[in-house]
């Protein structure tokens, strides 16, 4: 009996552990695209490996093996949770994720937009074919010396570890190089380090005061010559500027008095409409790991709004709690916030009224676009029924932004003392992972519709009464090009901090600081509070 007792927990065992084996794979699979068995390198094999084996020590530790189906699922759900986050996210979860969690009011239930339940009940389904050996098993022998090797084994290749983890940079490469599995370890590091307020010591190198001669020059001072209005709209892509999908936004764009680009790359990084609003506030890319807005909220920074003459506003959609809006508006100038709701037709009737009673610098954030897009019902855009959801509801939400929005641009577009501001339309962020891109993708083109869901840039709209021509701007830019683009428009042409990207207005710029070199020199200048002085 005692032998047989052995050879079942030695049989389960192998069974356990080569199905965690297989299910990093498969998550490695579908979490890294460009992951291939054959490019599997032997460390990276060895690491899934001993976290299969880990795992499967637990069969040894349990009498009765029933519980054995009870990790199996936690392990299920930790690769389905990472998998749903990196499709919303583009990343791994990791302690900047967690750090976040209550940051984030209301929007919890957006990601179930990015299931695919395909995939995901895949990891689960194979739990459930496993369970069967074990739904009529009776009681067996523990064996702690054996728990114990396999324990160890499993959990040695972390004490050789020896990677940085500091707000989860590098994370995913490093979970690729290793196994998800392994996630927590990191992120426990990481968060340890978060609670107590520990940052990377990063400091300014001669390549940074070398860029900076250039960069910051000028003025401390000076005065904005013209009103601003900066409208920030949540999650919009350049794809759904149409005259169909939003026909007023459309109808601006071809104004004589308007700049159009439509092909901004995003530059956000671990705090998505945050890091849109530092970008189009201040020119600076965000650190490179983490939400600047939650580190770094007490810094100094280069902000457009605080050299208005006047009081400038900050319209918000939410409560000043999400992305430490009570700390970032006065970072970047504003006096005041005001929180409204995520309805935008209310929204931008209130931008008017501000408008209406003397303000000439604010900023305005929407929301109701944001995923699952669930304004869409408000929109009376007729779309086929076929057209995958996720698309139809992205596109009936943007009609729907498009007619709030539609009350502030006929304003714009007939009111003299509107029409002398510089107004500034812009998306914060992408949204849509490349895999639902993909498939609305195929859907237009089976179709025969003129839209790009693949192509996932921003746009950027600027309305000022010193544009003449109806210039527009087709090449490649970047998000870090919106501040000195309409910087000069405003009359701070002259003041010190340049900005990292070009006036994409001014064809004889050229670019001082490739991409890359301004996301390092950014997050150097922000860990050292640079702009304090």
């Known amino acids: ?271 998505p409409s945050a890091d849109g609003q530092m970008l189009a506030n201040t020119g600076l890319l965000p650190i490179t790991a983490g939400g600047t807005c939650l580190h770094y909220a007490g810094n100094s920074y280069p902000a457009i709004m605080r050299l208005a003459p006047d009081s400038a506003i900050c319209l918000l959609p939410h409560d000043t709690c999400v992305w430490n809006q009570t700390a970032m508006s006065p970072a970047y100038g504003y006096d005041s916030t005001i929180c409204y709701c995520d309805i935008d037709t209310i929204l931008f009737q209130k931008l008017d009224s501000l408008v209406d009673d003397g303000y000439r610098y604010i900023q305005c954030i929407t929301q109701s676009t944001h995923a699952p897009f669930v304004n869409e019902k408000y929109s009376r855009l007729k779309l086929p029924k076929s057209m995958p959801w996720v698309m139809y509801n992205f596109i009936r939400g943007f009609n729907s932004l498009d007619e709030g929005l539609g009350y502030f641009i006929r304003k714009l577009e007939t009111d003299p003392v509107l029409q002398n501001y510089t107004v500034v339309f812009t998306g914060d962020h992408r949204i849509l992972h490349y895999e639902k891109r993909r498939q609305m993708q195929r859907y237009a083109d089976k179709h025969g519709m003129n839209l790009t869901p693949s192509d996932d840039c921003l746009p950027l709209i600027i309305w000022s009464p010193a544009i003449h021509g109806n210039p527009r701007y087709t090449d490649d830019a970047y998000q870090m090009d919106i501040y000195p683009t309409y910087r000069a428009l405003v009359g701070a042409k002259d003041y010190r901090w340049q900005g990292f990207g070009i006036n994409l207005m001014d064809s004889t710029q050229g670019r001082i600081i490739t991409e890359d070199d301004a996301y390092a020199v950014s997050d150097r200048l922000i860990r050292n509070n640079y702009f304090c002085r």
């Open 1 to 271: 009996m005692k032998e047989k007792s052995k050879q079942y927990n030695w049989t389960v065992f192998g069974l356990f552990a080569i199905m965690v084996f297989v299910k990093t794979l498969i998550f490695d699979h579908f979490a890294f695209r460009e992951f291939a068995f054959d490019s599997l390198s032997a460390s990276a094999l060895l690491y899934k490996i001993a976290a299969a084996l880990f795992f499967a020590s637990f069969t040894f530790l349990l009498r009765d093996k029933r519980w054995l189906i009870l990790l199996s699922v936690v392990i299920d759900t930790w690769f389905i949770a990472n998998l749903v986050y990196m499709r919303n996210n583009h990343i791994l979860l990791d302690a900047e994720a967690f750090n976040m969690s209550g940051n984030l009011h209301g929007y919890f239930w957006s990601v179930l937009i990015y299931i695919e339940w395909g995939i995901d009940l895949g990891f689960y389904a194979l739990t459930a074919l496993f369970s069967l050996i074990f739904l009529h098993v009776k009681r067996c022998e523990r064996s702690w010396p054996m728990w114990l090797v396999f324990c160890v084994l499993g959990l040695l290749p972390l004490v050789h570890e020896r990677r940085q983890h500091v707000y989860g940079q590098n994370f995913p490469k490093t979970v690729a190089e290793t196994t998800v599995l392994y996630a927590p370890y990191y992120i426990l590091a990481d968060y340890r380090l978060m609670i107590r307020d520990i940052q990377p010591v990063r400091p300014l190198e001669p390549m940074d005061r070398t860029y900076m001669q250039v960069l910051d020059q000028g003025e401390d001072s000076v005065a904005l010559s013209s009103p601003l209005i900066i409208v920030l709209l949540e999650s919009l892509e350049n794809w759904v500027m149409t005259p169909e999908i939003m026909p007023n936004l459309w109808r601006l764009t071809n104004n004589d008095h308007v700049f159009y680009a439509n092909r901004i790359h995003t530059q956000i990084v671990g705090a």
